[in-house]
């Protein structure tokens, strides 16, 4: 992701051992001088996660945030391969 996420966009975050998932929004955008700056998420629930750089909401393997947008085309496109999956099972094309 090269563009710079606005403050306000909703995000999901998909969790790990230690940390529940949830959905939150950035609710801040620092900018350094060198390099790219860093986001603050604030989650629903009031959970803080501060200095996630830009990269974090890259497609790859273990991404933890993702913009919610994102999240709900991906779980729809999911739940379609889903219903042709049991409609090919159950003969009910």
Do not use: W
């Not at 563009?3 to 998932?21: C, K, M, Q």
């Not at 996660?49 to 993702?66: H, V």
């Amino acid at each position: 992701m090269t563009t710079l996420i606005p403050t306000g966009t909703e995000i999901y975050y998909t969790g790990d051992r230690a940390n529940e998932s949830g959905f939150g929004k950035i609710t801040a955008y620092e900018s350094p001088a060198r390099f790219r700056g860093n986001y603050t998420v604030t989650l629903t629930d009031g959970r803080v996660f501060k200095k996630i750089p830009l990269c974090s909401f890259d497609p790859q393997p273990g991404r933890r945030f993702i913009l919610r947008s994102e999240y709900e085309a991906e779980r729809k496109a999911q739940f379609e391969l889903l219903k042709k999956s049991i409609r090919s099972l159950t003969h009910d094309n």
